[in-house]
């Protein structure tokens, strides 16, 4: 049915509110923006603007998997980290704003030092920091050889010269970074099941769920980390003292929200 903007984004926001998303007024904005190849701010400034006939399709075919609760980030197939844009897709978990903290310690770092980031997904924490710091060395890995084709033509896109390797814990090629920097799976199995559809449907399992306390994937890399190795594990606020006990000198930062999110300290 064609319709201006402002009709298209009152029906769809309508639809995705009774299919019990958070934000429906939000995605469905971005959803008309991105069907309509308008800029989002058109939908405030110009809202009598027609849809064109030929974009309505592609418009339903995108509110139809919102309502099937599939996340904006993987409909739209990208999303912003910092100042850079990644592509993601279900192979990789979207990055979340929390983990810009794990950024912002390595920015910290001396210049022409050398940061390895271990469970890199789609490469959104290597990838911002080598954007924000080009006279450090950065290297990246992931178990998972399909997160790792990711964030390498993430990488490849944005003409960012990291380079990533498929392994378990931290590779032993990377044993002497200054920094490791990790946000890995921190969720723990019983909580899977009470997360929001759009996770539990569509992200990676693996890529979140670490055994009964969330924990198993920060041990495995405090396990194959040397001896000194200063690490930053990206863990959830009820897990920070645990942490803190895995690490030498280990002290707790606090993201935006003000909960205790990134733990930095050194391999005993
Ligand atoms: C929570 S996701 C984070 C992805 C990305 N760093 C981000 O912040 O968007 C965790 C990642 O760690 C990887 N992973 C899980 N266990 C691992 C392990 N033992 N060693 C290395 N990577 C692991 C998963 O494949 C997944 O890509």
């Not at 926001?13 to 309509?36: Q, Y």
């Not at 790792?148 to 380079?163: D, F, H, M, S, T």
């Not at 000194?228 to 935006?256: F, I, K, N």
Request: aromatic content about 2%; proline content about 6%; hydrophobic content about 45%.
């Amino acid at each position: 049915m064609p319709g201006s903007l402002r009709d298209a984004v009152e029906r769809a926001a309508a639809v995705l509110e009774r299919a019990g998303c958070d934000t429906p007024r939000l995605d469905a904005e971005v959803l008309v923006a991105e069907a309509t190849g308008l800029a989002r701010e058109r939908v405030h400034l110009d809202p009598g603007t027609e849809v064109a006939r030929g974009r309505e399709f592609r418009l339903g075919e995108h509110i139809r998997r919102r309502i099937d609760r599939e996340p904006v980030a993987y409909i739209l197939g990208r999303r912003a980290f910092r100042r850079i844009e990644l592509s993601v897709d279900p192979r990789v978990l979207i990055p979340r704003p929390e983990t810009e903290l794990l950024v912002e310690v390595a920015l910290e770092l001396h210049p022409g030092a050398w940061v390895h980031d271990v469970g890199t997904g789609s490469g959104a924490v290597a990838l911002a920091i080598a954007h924000e710091r080009p006279d450090l060395r950065v290297t990246g890995s992931d178990v998972a050889s399909a997160a790792v084709e990711v964030a390498q033509k993430n990488a490849e896109r944005l003409g960012l010269p990291v380079e990533m390797t498929a392994t378990a814990g931290l590779p032993v090629e990377a044993a002497g970074a200054d920094l490791v920097v990790a946000n890995l799976p921190y969720v723990t199995d019983a909580e899977w099941d009470t997360l929001a559809p759009e996770i539990t449907g569509f992200e990676p399992r693996e890529a979140l769920v670490s055994g009964a306390d969330g924990l198993d994937a920060i041990r495995e890399l405090v396990a194959s980390a040397p001896s000194g190795a200063r690490l930053a594990l990206e863990h959830a606020p009820g897990q920070a003292a645990a942490v803190r006990r895995l690490l030498d000198g280990g002290a707790t930062r606090r993201d935006l929200a003000g909960f205790e999110r990134v733990t930095v300290g050194r391999v005993p």
